[in-house]
């Protein structure tokens, strides 16, 4: 048998000897597998149903090209990035004598080929698509909204262009539409524009003129489908879809394409490797304007045109695969370091027969590869398991997001396990690359060790290193063990322990630095997407103000919402009535500089930076000249506005408003109670006309240097065009968070304010709906005939806050990431728990024969189980040492990176979270050293005293 069969020999039957500890190694590489598996399959399965949940909601396409010429049809389809083309036209509106809605008396049509079918995820509900010339389905909102229009009919099609001419002496803006109109002149509008029936006043400024595009034909409706992504609910037509011959697009009669859009959608390769991000750039300076992408799709790619949301996801990808191979790295390097002194043994004596230090390394590493070849199929299977039971299990959050499309459709949207070969060659050579890297130092060390030293099983000589390193475990001032013999017995045994100790101080460590990193990194994350998205949702009612009712005023005419506040006082069954009313923002204005703070000016100018504008500009444009401040007000009753007043520690005292309320008063003075936080980002402060370079999120602690018994000078202009002063004198201070149980403030732009009710009807007097008005309330079923009676009333809405929540999108959003974290989390602490246990386990290993004999000598259990609790909380509090800076120091980089691409805001530290599960994981490894501790005192000391621990 040759040298390098012997040492193989040797090592299998070494191994054979702990098959325990092999199947802790097992268990524990098959996690650090199955995570990996997580990173790179999870990411791109987890990652493709995104995107297919998304494209249900918007369009299973991911470039388009709008007025293509001729000759470049050909050129979109033969990129090498492009998988599948589609191709559309808008031939515009035509009358729709059908419709059953007034605001909706037009049909858009749109033509479409077999392929922008299915791109654009168009769903039948009644009838069949298309599948010649002069077919049509319609929008199933034709139907819903009272159109007397069948399956069969005709609808004859002269289609126009609509243009809004503005007669007027002044400027028009429609600022949801991004649209101005100035005065005299004449403008294309879009689908989205809505349509004014004959009478509205919109007609006294401008004028609505069609003109043909000469398309006319017949069309006959073969069925209707589930709502298009792109339609709405506000514009004028409804969508109306026929058939386009792939023929007819690509050898049309007049030798060019004409006005129609050319959909891609890419390849596979292109979407994992990123590809979107270096071409985007070369397309949209090649074809300008006529290039669209759809970054709602490629945002779950991580490619949208949106960078913030790209350096999120790369940077949180990028942030956690080093968290998760720094620990599987570590679990690794213990599982051959734990076994080093064992391991010198059995190889000491192969040295002393003539193995070459190669042979002792080839060793470790055979040992390495017995174990990694179980292990990687193991947790591959694991890991594809996990990743599908992930998805599963975000499934529904997902679905739930996508708002804009029907839940039927995304009901169908199957989970796909997405495996690249790319994905599977990763999760091999990291498996094996860590496992390699893992075990190269204890293989050189173990190469370089001597026959004899290997035969007595030490490294370093007595008095050393190691000798050292033991001393604050057994010298003490006042021994905690009597006898002298006991205590000079211990301390020769442990000194040659400092390996397995420091397994434990380092597995430890990691431990504590992973969920302490974690956290804190988890929480600015969910806080930075929570900022991102809040753009959606400026204010939520707080628990204070939430009800499972709510009463609004709805259309032009003011219903007299005292009456029904009244009425419902009264009413039997009404529980927890409230009523609070607010200011649109801009009603109440300031042209006072000191206003805002310093700390606002300099937040505004880092936002406005995003926009190109220079400090010069900023300086004469908005810190010098004509800017005024907006004043948002939210008005309580007395109740709810003391027990504000008492949450922020406010002046109760001069609380309350000026008595006098007459038409002919001066000054309206106003207590109220101010927030002074805020924040701005380019989301909330936006230029018109202009795009910013990147995305910037700014906290303002302090929106005005306002004290308490300030004043705040505001204006408010009548309808009769007069401005009325409104002085509010601040009556108490508070913060976001503090006002956030009556108001959740998510764009914090605004300098906000509460007041009493008292404002409400003097500013109504002088401005028709200054406030809007809500009233709040929980109803029994005695109630039900006042709620029916204000369900049926004309300018009134009854809304059912359990089914309207404006925040809900968001929630799901957190939700989804706070899921991914805690499977992040809940799976690395699984692999460190793993190495701390096998370190644990491992140490009594090698004190078998060494606790033998100091019972043999007269060591009692107590003395015993004393030692190791004096030991391990040693050990636990040094791993938190040094744990401590490594991890504050993690999230500082992670801090300062998040802030430089991001913004500035303060991530709080979950200390809760951080102490409870430190605390945990420390009450678990001193159970588990003191479970090992009673199993040494059940042994048998000759037993123990005979066994060789290899």
């Given amino acids: 048998m040759s040298r390098n069969n012997a040492v193989f020999l040797v090592t299998r039957r070494y191994m ?47 470039i388009a090209f709008s007025s293509v010429r001729k000759g470049e049809y050909e050129k979109i389809a033969s990129y090498p990035f492009v998988a ?34 299915s791109m654009a995820n168009i769903h039948v509900s009644e009838g069949r698509l298309p599948q010649r010339e002069g077919e049509v389905v319609l929008s199933r909102t034709a139907l819903d909204d ?52 004959e009478g509205d006043a919109f007609y006294k400024e401008c004028q609505e003129i069609h003109v043909p595009t000469g398309y006319e034909t017949s069309l006959r409706v073969v069925g209707f489908m589930e709502v298009p992504y792109y339609e709405n609910a506000g ?70 045109g949106d960078s913030t949301i790209n350096k999120i996801i790369v940077a949180a990808q990028i942030f956690f695969v080093i968290l998760i191979f720094a620990a599987t790295m570590i679990l690794i390097r213990n599982i051959f370091n734990i076994s080093y002194e064992q391991r010198c043994r059995y190889l000491g004596m192969l040295s002393s027969a003539g193995a070459t230090a190669r042979q002792k390394r080839g060793s470790v590493y055979y040992e390495a590869f017995l174990l990694l070849a179980p292990s990687l199929p193991l947790g591959f299977l694991s890991g594809l398991l996990i990743v599908w039971g992930g998805v599963r299990i975000l499934k529904p959050i997902t679905e739930m997001m996508q708002q804009g499309a029907a839940l039927a459709v995304l009901s169908d949207v199957p989970v796909r396990l997405t495996v690249r070969p790319g994905a599977v060659f990763l999760v091999i050579c990291c498996s094996v690359g860590i496992v390699l890297l893992s075990a190269l130092r204890p293989a050189a060390r173990i190469g370089k060790v001597g026959p004899i030293e290997s035969v007595r099983g030490v490294e370093d000589a007595a008095g050393g290193r190691r000798a050292r390193g033991s001393r604050r475990i057994v010298h003490r001032k006042k021994p905690f063990i009597r006898e002298s013999g006991i205590r000079l017995l211990a301390k020769g045994f442990f000194r040659h322990e400092k390996q397995q100790q420091g397994s434990i101080v380092r597995a430890l460590a990691v431990f504590f630095a992973i969920i302490m990193t974690v956290s804190y990194a988890g929480t600015g994350v969910i806080q930075m997407v929570d900022y991102k998205l809040n753009r959606s949702s400026d204010e939520v009612v707080g628990d204070e103000l939430k009800r499972k009712w709510s009463v609004v005023s709805d259309g032009d005419e003011s219903a007299d919402m005292d009456q029904v506040y009244s009425q419902l006082k ?69 109740r709810e506005f003391d027990k504000m007043l008492k949450a922020v520690g406010g002046d109760s005292e ?65 309808d009769d065009g007069k401005d009325h002063a409104v002085s509010f004198r601040i009556a108490g201070i508070g913060d976001i968070k ?93 692999i460190c728990f793993l190495n701390v246990y096998n370190s644990v386990c491992s140490l009594f290993v090698v004190r078998r024969r060494q606790n033998a004999m100091l019972r043999s000598v007269g060591m009692t259990r107590k003395e015993l189980r004393q030692l190791t609790l004096r030991e391990f909380s040693g050990l636990l509090f040094e791993a938190f040492l040094v744990a401590l800076p490594v991890s504050a120091a993690l999230c500082l980089v992670f801090k300062r990176v998040i802030m430089e691409a991001f913004g500035r805001f303060s991530i709080p530290v979950p200390y809760g979270m951080i102490g409870l599960m430190i605390l945990e994981t420390a009450v678990a490894v001193l159970c588990i050293a003191q479970g090992r501790c009673r199993k040494e005192a059940a042994s048998d000391i000759i037993e123990e005293i005979k066994t060789e621990s290899i």
Avoid at 256 to 282: I, P, W
Avoid at 664 to 693: F, H, M, R
């Fill in 16 to 62: 054979k000897k702990n098959r325990k500890r092999n199947i802790l190694y097992i268990l524990g590489m098959t996690l650090c597998i199955a995570l990996l598996v997580c990173v790179f399959i999870g990411r791109d399965t987890a990652v493709r149903y995104m995107a297919d949940v998304t494209a249900a909601g918007s369009g299973d396409w991911h």
């Fill in 738 to 830: 503090q006002v956030s149980r009556w108001l959740k403030i998510n764009d914090g732009q605004y300098i906000r304010l509460f007041v009493r009710e008292s404002l409400v009807k003097w500013a109504n007097r002088r401005l028709r709906q200054a406030f809007s008005t809500v009233i709040s309330f929980d109803a029994g079923k005695e109630a039900e005939p006042v709620l029916s009676q204000i369900e049926s009333a004309k300018h009134l809405q009854l809304v059912d806050s359990g089914s309207l929540e404006s925040g809900s999108f968001l929630e799901m959003v957190a939700k989804m990431i706070r899921t991914l974290l805690l499977l992040f989390l809940i799976f690395s602490c699984l």
């Fill in 654 to 718: 001069g609380s309350g408003d000026n008595p006098t309320d007459h038409a002919a008063e001066a000054e309206k003075v106003v207590a109220c109670i101010l927030c002074s936080s805020g924040n701005l980002s380019t989301d909330s402060y936006q230029i018109w006309g202009k795009k910013p370079s990147g995305y910037k999120y700014v906290e303002i602690s302090h929106m005005t240097d306002k004290k308490v018994g300030d004043r705040i000078q505001t204006t408010l202009t009548g």
């Fill in 146 to 197: 009272g159109g007397t229009i069948a399956l069969g009919d005709t609808i004859k099609v002269q289609t126009f262009r609509r243009f809004i001419h503005n007669f007027s002496g002044t400027d028009l803006v429609f600022p949801f539409l991004e649209l101005q109109i100035k005065a005299g002149q004449t403008v294309k509008v879009g689908d989205s524009f809505g349509y004014f029936p």
């Fill in 570 to 638: 009264k009413t039997a069954g009404i529980r927890n009535l409230i009523r609070y009313d607010e200011s649109m923002p801009g009603v109440f204005t300031s042209t006072a500089r000191d206003l805002y703070s310093q700390e606002y000016w300099n937040a505004l100018y880092q936002v406005l930076k995003q926009y190109g504008v220079s400090k010069k500009a900023f300086t004469r444009d908005y810190y010098q000249n004509g800017f005024f401040g907006t004043v948002s007000v939210l008005a309580l009753d007395d």
């Fill in 84 to 117: 599948k083309v589609g191709i559309s036209g808008n031939e515009g509106d035509t009358v729709f004598p059908q419709s059953g809605n007034p605001e909706r008396p037009f049909l858009n049509i749109r033509l479409y080929n077999p392929s922008m079918f």
């Fill in 235 to 304: 514009q004028a037509a409804y969508t109306a879809l026929t058939y386009l011959s792939d023929r007819s697009t690509t050898e049309p009669a007049d030798g060019s394409l004409g006005k129609v859009t050319v959909s891609a959608e890419l390849t596979d390769s292109a979407l994992s490797s990123g590809a979107v991000s270096g071409f985007r750039r070369q397309l949209e300076e090649k074809w300008g304007d006529r290039v669209i992408f759809n970054d709602k799709v490629l945002s779950s790619f991580g490619m949208s």
